[in-house]
């Protein structure tokens, strides 16, 4: 009978899914089914991994509103599933689709987290080594396909150290687009020179040309963002290749 055949997919499913809530310091609702069978467990198989979940705080600052993640098929070891505990045997792939809001963004640049990522920023301008160290940014997402960026930083150069803010409205890179900077205004400083804001774009154009990203076993690409009023949209191509035990929501 189907319901007998699903008892196998139901009790991993549960399982799985308090093994996750128990990692993620806040969840409002999740749902995981894993598509598999008895037969297959045993041989280490499973059709694959769905993953839905709003509301999920993945680390302190860390919030995403919505997450809906599928994965291709996958090989599983055996004795850990049999306990709910999935552990992969092979990579697999994953798309994803993720909504951050506005208000999650800002929460989670003044993460430590981020902070730490974004100290002593560097670039070269022609031979000469400029730092810059983020002091405030805000985000803030008025549709359209738009992005403001509202910050400040102290900007280190040729031996001194001086305030500077700006503003800036770009367009992210989307699968029918590349990026595009519609504007940059210096709002306090004496403003910045033609040689360093030419630096800063080759760098943010290396940087937005990387074919993925990667965090610990998970190697990520963003194939689509859709900025809507309050909120991103984000569609993310995965490979995994292990669950890492610090954001297994993101994981199969």
């Known amino acids: 009978m189907p319901d007998e055949n699903r008892l196998e997919e139901k009790f991993l499913s549960q399982e799985a899914e308090r093994r996750v809530s128990e990692k993620l310091d806040t969840v409002e609702e999740i749902e995981i089914d894993v598509q598999t069978d008895l037969l297959k467990i045993v041989q280490g198989q499973a059709d694959g991994v769905s993953v839905t979940g709003q509301g999920l705080v993945i680390q302190e600052g ?20 049999i306990f709910g505990q999935i552990e992969l045997n092979e990579p697999v792939n994953a798309i994803a689709r993720i909504i951050v809001t506005e208000v999650d963004i800002n929460h989670a640049l003044t993460s430590d987290l981020i902070r730490t990522q974004m100290q002593n920023l560097q670039l070269d301008v022609d031979g000469d080594i400029v730092s810059f160290e983020p002091q405030k940014i805000q985000v803030f997402l008025p ?27 770009l367009r992210p890179r989307t699968n029918l687009q590349p990026a595009m ?11 910045i020179s033609i040689e360093l804001v030419t630096a800063f774009m080759h760098k943010a154009k290396e940087l937005m040309s990387l074919p993925y990203l990667k965090w610990e076993d998970i190697a990520f690409s963003i194939k689509d963002i859709k900025v809507e009023i309050g909120s991103l949209i984000l569609l993310v191509e995965t490979q995994v290749k292990q669950i890492p035990s610090s954001l297994t929501i993101l994981s199969p």
């Not at 860390?62 to 599933?81: D, G, H, M």
């Not at 519609?182 to 004496?190: A, P």
């Open 62 to 81: 860390l919030r995403v509103q919505e997450i809906k993640l599928q994965t291709e098929s996958i090989a599983i070891n055996p004795f850990s599933a």
């Open 143 to 169: 549709g359209d396909g738009k992005i403001e960026c509202r910050g400040k930083v102290l900007l280190k150069e040729m031996g001194k150290t001086r305030p500077f803010a700006y503003t800036a409205i």
């Open 181 to 191: 900077l519609e504007s940059f205004n210096c709002t306090e400083g004496e403003g």
